[in-house]
Structure formats: structure tokens, C-alpha cells
């Protein structure tokens, strides 16, 4: 497993981080696709993407807040 320490530009400087995400499951793409067809009639198949804030605590090992 990869260093937590380290992204992908070097070492980390903060202690939070935010993510894009796009959330999974049936129950969620029925809510999406129904919201989407009654707004435009139709659905792309895309679910969208949302940020995730990440912290990670002074003393922590590995992030614990999401």
C-alpha cells in the first residue's frame, strides 16, 4: 500500500483533502434517473459527482473523518 503520507505531488502539506466521488447503488440512480426525466425527459446513464472532505486528525495514523 502507498505511503499515506505522500499524494501524488510530494509530500502533504495539510491535514484535509477533497475528493470527487460519485455515489453507487440502485437506490440512488432511481432518485437521480427519476429527477433527471422529469427536468430534461430523458437520463444519460451519468450519475453525478460530489466532494468529499477528508480530515486528517493531528496525531492520527491514517485520515479518520470523511
Known sequence: MADLAHGSRGELRSRFAAVRVRPAGNAVERRIKAAA????????????DNWLLIEWPVGAETPTDY
Open 37 to 48: 426525466s422529469s427536468e430534461q425527459g430523458w437520463w444519460d446513464g451519468i450519475l453525478p
